[in-house]
């Protein structure tokens, strides 16, 4: 279901929970809300309204792609980047690391199972704004 996208800062700057195998629709929920968005290439639970560790994001291919739990492990070549987010209008600058390793949970088969995956460029910087968004950082 698509959602309304959530701007108030207080309810984005608390920290999420765990998400569980029980948020798979909180997850479809991000995924229609997303594709509903344009140019939008990532969105966190938060935005939507539910304070839960997941996040979608499309890769280097346009694909939609879901991350329950990210954990941002490793980042290398750190530089200075101007984003902008769904949740607020001005643009703010940040530092990514342009390539990073996360840990993740992935929902297959109704559980969820342990991921790694190393990033790269554009999807490493929008991973990491997820991540930002899950410890209730705002961007």
Not at 12 to 35: H, I, M, N
Not at 37 to 62: F, H, P, R
Not at 103 to 128: C, F, H, M, N, S
Request: hydrophobic fraction near 40%; include cysteine; aromatic fraction near 4%.
């Amino acid at each position: 279901m698509i959602k309304p996208l959530v701007k108030d800062v207080e309810s984005l700057s608390v920290p999420c929970e765990r998400a569980s195998a029980a948020d798979a629709g909180l997850a479809q929920d991000l995924l229609d809300t997303l594709a509903s968005l344009d140019e939008a290439a990532c969105l966190a639970a938060n935005q939507i309204g539910a304070a839960k560790q997941v996040a979608v994001y499309l890769d280097s291919n346009d694909r939609p792609r879901v991350m329950f739990n990210p954990v941002l492990k490793r980042g290398l070549r750190p530089s200075r980047v101007e984003e902008t987010c769904l949740s607020h209008e001005a643009p703010t600058k940040s530092t990514r690391f342009d390539q990073i390793l996360v840990t993740y949970d992935e929902l297959v088969d109704g559980a969820l199972v342990p991921r790694k995956k190393e990033l790269r460029g554009w999807t490493a910087q929008i991973v990491q704004h997820m991540i930002d968004h899950c410890k209730g950082k705002l961007v």
